[in-house]
């Protein structure tokens, strides 16, 4: 198995195209065809189906594409380690933050920074929790947003933003209120669908339904993705709740959900960082921005400027 081989079935996926992914690549696309023909032998399936018209991942394809993308992840990863580790003045910011996080809102805060200081280089890496504090201790990266239900006394800590949660009804059930939203108390018996439980949604919403004194009957099988707990709950497999982040922006049968006093039920997201972090001067400023200058602009009181885009990794 070969990095290159990788690189061709992720850009394959991406552009649905074998013609496309080889110019993309720049690789001719008998050399891209030739490379992913021996990558399925490898592996022992076709990862995609291709006719005339599309090309498509099978269900191995969707299956090991995740995969398939850490392992590119982490060359990135271990080739920036190396770059900062040759060049120590090289400004280096690496932001992980758990699937849950609104991705959009975090382009949207970091804009100014990113104009203030053109010469830190930023890094993304979307990761489970776990993971997350692993990476943290290893000095893998710098700072990570998590839910405030998962927070821990090892890290410094600072409220980021909140995001409402909504209900997806069962087989599409109209639970139409006066007002148009639902109690937590007032939710009907369906086993409600979770993920495996890494990224935060399972733990947030126990916690949340505990606080409450609601009962939290979770379906007994795991999605996969958001998108799955919004399909399976088309299907009437369960129902569904997520962060309106995470709400496909076509789904008009989403309930806002409130608690016993009425306010809207969220999950708060902070962002923690190392105790003992030998506080670099560019990640120094970097928590001084997110302290003083961040919440006025989840506040919407200051304009935003046009952003470099940020690279994962």
């Known amino acids: 198995m070969k990095l290159r081989q990788l690189r061709f079935v992720k850009s394959v996926a991406e552009t649905g195209s074998f013609s496309k992914a080889a110019e993309q690549c720049c690789a001719t696309q008998p050399t891209l065809s030739n490379a992913i023909a021996q990558l399925e032998e490898e592996l022992g399936g076709r990862l995609f ?29 271990v080739l920036q380690t190396a770059k900062t580790y040759h060049d120590p003045s090289h400004k280096l910011l690496r932001i992980g933050f758990s699937p849950l996080v609104d991705m959009g809102l975090l382009n949207h805060i970091l804009q100014p920074f990113c104009h203030k200081y ?5 890094f993304f890496k979307e990761c489970l929790l776990d993971d997350l504090s692993e990476r943290l201790r290893g000095d893998v990266i ?58 935060g949604l399972n733990g947030s919403l126990d ?7 609601a009962a939290l009957t979770p379906y007994r099988g795991q999605a996969i993705s958001y998108q799955v707990i919004e399909e399976w709950a088309d299907l009437g497999i369960g129902s569904g709740i ?12 989403a309930y806002p959900l409130t608690l016993r ?16 972090l030998g506080m670099r001067p560019h990640i120094a400023d970097f928590i001084d921005y997110i302290q003083t200058t961040v919440p006025s602009l989840i506040a919407g009181s200051d304009g935003i400027l046009p952003m470099r885009a940020p690279r994962s990794f």
């Not at 189906?49 to 990135?76: C, P, S």
């Not at 909504?166 to 148009?180: C, E, Q, S, V």
């Not at 916690?207 to 004194?213: A, D, I, Q, R, T």
């Not at 997520?242 to 049968?253: E, G, H, T, V």
């Open 49 to 77: 189906d291709r006719t005339t018209r599309k090309v498509e991942l099978t269900a191995f394809g969707n299956h090991i594409l995740g995969r398939i993308e850490e392992v590119l992840l982490a060359e990135q990863e």
């Open 118 to 122: 053109q010469d830190i280089e930023l």
């Open 142 to 199: 710098d700072i990570a947003i998590i839910p405030s239900s998962m927070l821990s006394e090892e890290y410094e800590h600072v409220s980021f933003y909140e995001d409402p949660l909504f209900y997806i009804a069962r087989d599409g059930t109209d639970l139409t209120k006066p007002g148009g939203i639902l109690k937590l108390t007032d939710l009907p018996s369906d086993p409600v669908i979770m993920t495996g439980g890494g990224c």
């Open 207 to 213: 916690h949340l339904f505990k606080n409450e004194g």
């Open 242 to 253: 997520l962060p309106q982040a995470k709400i496909s922006q076509s789904r008009s049968n």
């Open 261 to 276: 006093d009425g306010t809207d039920a969220s999950f708060e997201f902070c962002w923690i960082w190392p105790k003992e």
